[in-house]
């Protein structure tokens, strides 16, 4: 296994590359602006054979006169000029480079064989490559970033992914509904450090939690089995195949050089090693969502409390249709719940649509009696608070801090659903419900469909686990 | 066929059970406050036995006194009082009543005989029912509403609707993405009037364009295979069917009484007249949007061109999983692409990910080369628009107006996806971007998933119209 910790605390890190006028978003300067915004306390050595200041900081004219051997090199070189840089960090004692140079194997034959002299060269040189065409490391802990967007807070999400691109578009994503990262991995072409090292590398790592991979395609496959079945015995792994269609297959193949593997045999290693497979990044978001803020539930009995006849109907089907059991409730338990409510438009069967539900204190009582049947395993609630009318925002805390208090005393865990609009008034309501409900440990999704998949893979995980 | 015309234009409304105090929000205040809201102009008139003027109107105390018969009756009593009241509104002269009261088939054997005594009644007294157990009509053209949120402007989409939340949920996310609605009813047990007479009526209605049907039970199914096989012929129809699990048909039985169908049936019957089935409500906005903003593109073949190789992977994926074709591209069109920019990250094949997407005049250029090129029927852009850096507002909006202005030229249609985060802030930058594609005729998502299976979804069934 390889020990990749020294890739992740570097002292100092050198732009090779960097570009001189820094209105200039290209490569460089858009590292240079992610490693100032992010916090990062070590040195910063801008490289450019023509600056002598840029954006501040001290720059020098190449690699070899730097004061000493970066810890951590990024190269923005043209490909041409690669093979001499990497000679160059072999000479000066550099030992990690990200090469987000591209132009290699996912571009022309030419660029397949320069890369592989690359890897030659820095096997040498005693240098590690990730790349090349890549991003690098987004680690918060040490502020190392390579995207001014992203939080400088730590959490214990680690991502493994070979495009960069997708890589900040999740840190972006998770950030917004509350999800940190331990260490970010965008790792390209995978000429020398690959998927498998990095996977490897997550297994171990203590600040990491959940392991997420984004992947198009795997240099080693035995090898990456082995670590994938290793990584999800020890933390929940959550696998986005990129390529998992022909074109898409195509696409990832002049993205990154990546070699086709079948949909089949990618389905039948997640089955095997555990790995939660998703197809979309948002649905990564909705399962870490799952896993950070809710208990296990111990099976997949659903119990749907909420507010309207047709959210329930469709909030039954959605649960059912991503595998979950909504149990019809037995004549006891209907029973007590008619005693809150007997009221017209009361549904008391599961799903419980009752105007129960729109008086607090019954709600409560309600959500203890179903959550205190031993009828289901969680608690899925559908509540309409995100609606923009202003006169509702006191009737829209109150349940919410209802559902929350009740929550805390419950043996179940439970879930919230609450539709919003697409306008910024909507978003807002919906953002602050949701940041209440995550510090109460109640995962919180715009739609059904969206808790139930998540919700369906977070307990198949489990079921996984406990089987094991 | 009938002409329920009459339903959409009352001169007078009369809530009978509008609760005397305005802060109770149960169902004849939620009403009262909906028509304020609305602008409807005509007379309204809070009925309650004890009030003498209510929010400003004056109160009747009961239908017999009013003025006169008026034109549309929103029944809010309990179940108990309705024989008598739908006796009332014979002996007054009433046509059309909404009954908002619940309790009837939905609930009990008690209550589906009483609900088969009111229609028994009613017809006895020349009334017509909406309902029981529902919001009944929404028409902006004239100011009828039941929900306060809902829009004043009008537009092309009708809507029968079996809930009434589940109306007003479309009609609130449909709103924040610029759809309008002709008509909207939410119909409930469909004891008199039902969704075949509702979707008549919107087949021959000059105001609606696109029909979107929310069913969860059928009441005449012979009847409603005919009328959904004339609806589709005329107009594009959306069918969501609420209870296609088995929980969720007993959802749907406890919510309005609706009796089973298979999944299977359903399915056959929406392939056989050609109505598109979607599963959730936020595909029916999808839909929707491709159908409002977009040209109907003359085959399958997507040319996606993007910021970013993973982005153009996962939309690839995303488009070949909802039944697109990627075709690659042919050698000259490759050569051609290359000439605009042969750099490193240059990919031409289709995605086309390069360099030339940062660059304005390029990507003008490399959208037109495309879009002429007879090798695809529409164009699918990708582009992270919606990233809340300040510093690129302005390379957004140039983006942005670059892509709409190269629209406007184009002979074949083009969508967006357009990620976003969560955040108050993303959902702004969002909403501006998606306003001004939409104003430009370029549908917009948040997701290559929404968008490739709306685009899939329209083009079926244009492919169906063709046909037939």
């Known amino acids: 296994m390889s020990d990749l910790e020294f890739l992740f605390h570097p002292r100092s890190i050198a732009i090779v590359g960097t570009p001189s006028d820094p209105g200039d978003m290209s490569g460089g300067?858009?590292?240079?602006?992610?490693?100032?915004?992010?916090?990062?306390?070590?040195?910063?050595?801008?490289?450019?054979?023509?600056?002598?200041?840029?954006?501040?900081?001290?720059?020098?004219p190449d690699l070899m006169s730097l004061p000493q051997a970066p810890d951590y090199v990024i190269c923005c070189l043209p490909a041409s000029l690669t093979a001499q840089f990497i000679r160059?960090?072999?000479?000066?004692?550099?030992?990690?480079?990200?090469?987000?140079?591209?132009?290699?194997?996912?571009?022309?034959?030419e660029g397949r064989k320069l890369e592989e002299e690359l890897v030659g060269l820095a096997r040498q040189g005693g240098v590690r490559l990730i790349g090349p065409n890549c991003m690098g490391i987004y680690c918060p802990g040490t502020g190392l970033s390579y995207y001014s967007e992203s939080s400088k807070e730590a959490g214990g999400v680690g991502f493994v992914c070979q495009s960069g691109g997708n890589s900040s578009h999740l840190v972006l994503m998770?950030?917004?509904?509350?999800?940190?990262?331990?260490?970010?991995i965008s790792y390209g072409n995978a000429a020398d450090l690959n998927e498998a090292d990095f996977l490897e590398y997550l297994t171990q790592d203590v600040e990491t939690e959940i392991i997420v991979v984004y992947i198009e395609g795997v240099r080693d496959g035995r090898r990456f089995l082995k670590a994938l079945a290793a990584a999800?015995?020890?933390?929940?792994?959550?696998?986005?195949k990129g390529g998992r269609t022909e074109a898409g297959t195509r696409a990832a193949s002049s993205h990154t050089g990546a070699l086709a593997s079948s949909k089949e045999r990618w389905d039948a290693l997640c089955r095997q090693t555990g790995a939660v497979q998703v197809s979309t990044l948002e649905e990564v978001v909705d399962l870490i969502e799952a896993a950070l803020y809710m208990k296990p539930?111990?099976?997949?009995?659903?119990?749907?409390?909420?507010?309207?006849?047709?959210?329930?109907?469709?909030?039954?089907?959605?649960?059912?249709?991503?595998g979950l059991v909504i149990p019809s409730f037995s004549g006891e338990l209907r029973q007590e719940l008619r005693r809150l409510s007997s009221?017209?438009?009361?549904?008391?069967?599961?799903?419980?649509?009752?105007?129960?539900?729109?008086?607090?204190?019954?709600?409560?009582?309600?959500?203890?009696?179903?959550a205190n049947s031993n009828e289901v395993d969680l608690l899925l609630m559908h509540m309409p608070f995100a609606v923009p009318s202003a006169a509702d925002s006191e009737w829209?805390?109150?349940?919410?801090?209802?559902?929350?208090?009740?929550?805390?005393?419950?043996?179940?865990p439970i879930a919230m659903v609450q539709p919003h609009g697409a306008t910024p008034e909507s978003?807002?309501?919906?953002?602050?419900?949701?940041?209440?409900?995550?510090?109460?440990?109640?995962?919180?999704?715009s739609t059904a469909t969206q808790a139930a998949g998540a919700i369906s893979r977070f307990i198949q995980y489990h079921m996984w686990r406990s089987r094991e």
């Open 396 to 412: 829209r805390r109150l349940h919410r801090e209802t559902v929350i208090g009740t929550s805390r005393s419950l043996d179940i």
């Open 174 to 184: 998770g950030g917004d509904r509350g999800i940190r990262f331990s260490k970010v």
């Open 29 to 60: 300067s858009a590292f240079l602006h992610a490693l100032t915004r992010s916090g990062y306390e070590g040195d910063i050595w801008p490289v450019n054979p023509k600056a002598s200041e840029i954006m501040g900081l001290k720059s020098h």
């Open 88 to 109: 160059d960090c072999g000479a000066k004692g550099v030992k990690a480079v990200c090469m987000f140079t591209a132009g290699f194997s996912e571009a022309t034959e």
């Open 232 to 240: 999800a015995k020890a933390k929940l792994v959550i696998m986005v």
């Open 343 to 370: 009221g017209p438009g009361s549904s008391v069967g599961n799903p419980v649509d009752s105007p129960v539900v729109t008086d607090p204190s019954l709600l409560s009582k309600a959500m203890r009696i179903v």
């Open 297 to 322: 539930p111990k099976g997949r009995r659903v119990g749907i409390v909420g507010w309207g006849g047709g959210a329930s109907v469709t909030s039954t089907d959605a649960c059912e249709a991503a």
């Open 427 to 445: 978003s807002a309501i919906f953002s602050v419900l949701q940041q209440r409900c995550i510090e109460a440990g109640i995962p919180t999704y």
